[in-house]
């Protein structure tokens, strides 16, 4: 089945970039989504990109997607206490846009 | 703010009893989606409703059931409840053809 695996952890110094890596396992996978979640909220959808692109820039957010080895990073520029959370990658498909979700990576910004 | 709802935002039951969680999606978003969200893991697709149907289901058993109503609106409902059932379980609503899907901020529940 499918199987999307990240790093637990992550710590950097506010200014920094920040950069966390997701590798997914399914091959149908046509969109790579990136969410952000606070202690105790649901899931703030951060940006996502089709699978037909290997990068895509939004403000401070960078993703780049290596379709060859499954690998879908997450580039945060200028790293803010306030980016402090976990983030969770996921890949969906067409079919029924069922997510499926990587365990999460906790980003630790230390001022 | 994503615009979907959730009630209610906790919920202590006990095991063997039956709960039902509510989510009313974005205006406009005719899909809603539940997860399952155990705590320190990632969250696992438990169903998908559209037109009032059941679209996908996950590896859950029969017990987890759910609801479509015509205003979009959705219902997750878990009977004879486990210990291992609790969890934070989220909702996701969003428009078939539109791959952006929003979360509202789950219902945390407790079962002892």
């Known amino acids: 089945g499918e199987d999307v695996e990240q790093s637990l952890f992550l710590s950097v110094r506010e200014g920094d970039s920040s950069v966390i890596n997701c590798t997914y396992t399914d091959s149908s996978s046509t969109y790579l989504y990136w969410y952000k979640q606070e202690p105790g909220a649901g899931l703030q959808l951060l940006t996502y990109?089709?699978?037909?692109?290997d990068m895509k820039q939004d403000q401070r957010l960078t993703v780049l997607l290596n379709k060859k080895d499954k690998h879908l990073s997450l580039r945060i520029a200028d790293t803010q206490t306030g980016d402090s959370a976990i983030y969770f990658c996921a890949e969906g498909s067409n079919a029924g846009n069922m997510l499926t979700f990587g365990g999460g990576t906790r980003l630790m910004v230390k001022p | 703010e994503t615009g979907v709802t959730q009630s209610p935002t906790h919920l202590i039951k006990t095991r063997g009893q039956q709960v039902t969680l509510r989510c009313s999606s974005q205006s406009g978003h005719n899909t809603v989606s539940w997860y399952q969200q155990a705590l320190g893991q990632g969250p696992q697709f438990i169903f998908q409703y559209y037109r009032e149907e059941e679209n996908g289901r996950g590896n859950f058993p029969p017990r987890f059931s759910g609801l479509q109503f015509p205003n979009y609106s959705s219902e997750l409902n878990v009977n004879a409840l486990e210990l291992d059932d609790s969890a934070l379980y989220l909702c996701a609503s969003l428009n078939t053809g539109v791959n952006e899907q929003y979360f509202g901020p789950g219902t945390r529940l407790t079962v002892t």
């Open positions: 990109i089709f699978s037909n692109m």
